[in-house]
């Protein structure tokens, strides 16, 4: 008894990835990650525009927040930061 | 028709907007330090309208949509190499045809106001793609394509492309006897875009994140076909440390590798640093600072290859003379 053939209009309509990648955590790949010291820090948002991976949060007024579970550890946000008040610890 | 009005990022009220829609999500699996990466969520900060996005394969398709997971909170297609742009020009047109058959009018879950984008990147661009943007460009269809440019097929394993600079240790072009990297020069593809007559062209270093978000955003507001040149570090394909990845692309914009300017109707304007390296010619560094953060150029620097620097200085000289001219300094 063979099973009937799936027409093309049964078929999805593409390969739709479902999950959002939040839930894959990148972060492990990181050797070292950011560490903000806060009173050196003066609020410009460098490390929040040249983050390719979208990892800190900032609401425009307080000290951005890295999220570490998704970062990689590139440490362009170290390099750029005007004040130098990143350091990338070893995790 | 190209807008007049320039556009203020205030970086403050684009960190808000970012946080609350999350364009591109976090956990796309990018290598650490990818120039993409800004380049992505640079094009998103400057959107004014919902974004429809066309990618072509590269990087950040791979990357972004590994099954079952995706980075996008945008509307989001993959396409082969040949056709990104001609899928931007039929979603374009689509729109334009359900609005005049008034089919979603009144329908609150559809919006037909949006901006398409079709980002590719220089293999899909400078070679396989070349056609299909030809085609959509010469129909004047409203779309921006944005070229990241990272200078070789970095995704299936770091080949030469068009848009390989001179010299550079690539898998097909390695440094031997024969051959020593790439023996030619990269093709001149904001030329080839510019010849078609386009409204709109320009070159963004994502390093100058205010230059670049103004120059996206009136690539949104143009009515036509806008060709964006972007430029993309490659820390895995340029054997540089993933944290120079901005400091690469700043020192592209102050060798003049990769100057700023954009082309308005066929008018050259430089922008940003180049403005100022064009008044004050003192302020324009020699290329060895570019190259030598690069392990794709090490070669360079050996006694006996010396000469690949100065033919390399002299094709940016020569570069740098013609843009000059254009923009009428």
Not at chain 2, 80 to 94: I, K, L, R, T, Y
Not at chain 2, 138 to 145: A, D, F, P, V, W
Not at chain 2, 214 to 224: I, L, S, Y
Not at chain 2, 312 to 319: A, N
Request: proline content about 7%; some cysteine.
């Amino acid at each position: 008894m063979s099973t009937p053939m799936v027409g093309w209009k049964d078929l999805p309509m593409a390969a739709v990835p479902f999950l959002s990648s939040k839930e894959y955590p990148t972060g492990e790949w990181a050797v070292f990650q950011p560490k903000i010291d806060e009173n050196k820090c003066v609020r410009c948002g460098l490390c929040w525009m040249y983050c390719p991976d979208s990892v800190y949060r900032w609401d425009g007024e307080g000290v951005p927040v890295p999220d570490l579970e998704h970062c990689k550890g590139c440490g362009i946000c170290a390099v750029e930061c005007p004040t130098k008040a990143i350091e990338m610890v070893r995790v | 028709m190209v807008t007049k009005a320039v556009w203020r990022p205030d970086i403050k009220e684009l960190a808000r907007i970012e946080g609350q829609k999350r364009p591109v999500e976090s956990g796309h699996r990018l290598c650490a330090g990818c120039g993409a990466g800004i380049i992505m969520r640079q094009i998103a900060m400057a959107a004014r309208k919902p974004l429809v996005w066309i990618n072509a394969t590269g990087c950040v398709e791979v990357a972004t949509t590994i099954f079952p997971y995706t980075s996008w909170n945008v509307p989001w297609a993959h396409n082969a190499f040949e056709n990104a742009a001609a899928v931007g020009s039929g979603v374009e047109a689509a729109r334009k045809k359900l609005v005049r058959a008034k089919r979603f009018e009144g329908d609150p879950d559809i919006e037909l106001d949006y901006d398409v984008i079709v980002l590719g990147g220089d293999g899909g661009t400078y070679d396989i793609g070349l056609q299909a943007i030809s085609g959509a460009f010469e129909r004047r269809h409203k779309i921006m394509y944005v070229l990241y440019d990272n200078e070789a097929y970095m995704n299936t394993g770091i080949q030469r492309s068009g848009g390989t600079p001179f010299g550079a240790r690539t898998t097909t072009t390695p440094v031997g006897k024969v051959i020593k990297g790439k023996p030619l020069f990269k093709k001149p593809i904001m030329d080839i875009m510019v010849a078609h007559g386009i409204p709109y062209a320009a070159t963004v270093s994502p390093a100058y994140w205010n230059d670049a978000l103004v120059k996206f955003r009136r690539g949104f507001e143009t009515e036509g076909p806008v060709f964006i040149h972007a430029f993309s570090t490659c820390p895995l394909g340029w054997g540089s440390a993933p944290e120079d990845t901005v400091k690469i692309m700043k020192l592209a914009v102050e060798t003049c590798v990769f100057p700023l300017y954009e082309v308005i109707e066929g008018e050259y304007r430089l922008t940003g640093p180049s403005v100022s390296i064009a008044k004050n010619p003192d302020r324009k560094k020699p290329v060895e600072e570019y190259l030598k953060l690069q392990g794709r150029f090490r070669h360079m620097f050996k006694p006996e290859n010396k000469w690949m620097i100065e033919k390399f200085q002299e094709w940016v000289d020569k570069q740098w003379e013609t843009l000059l001219r254009r923009a009428g300094y």
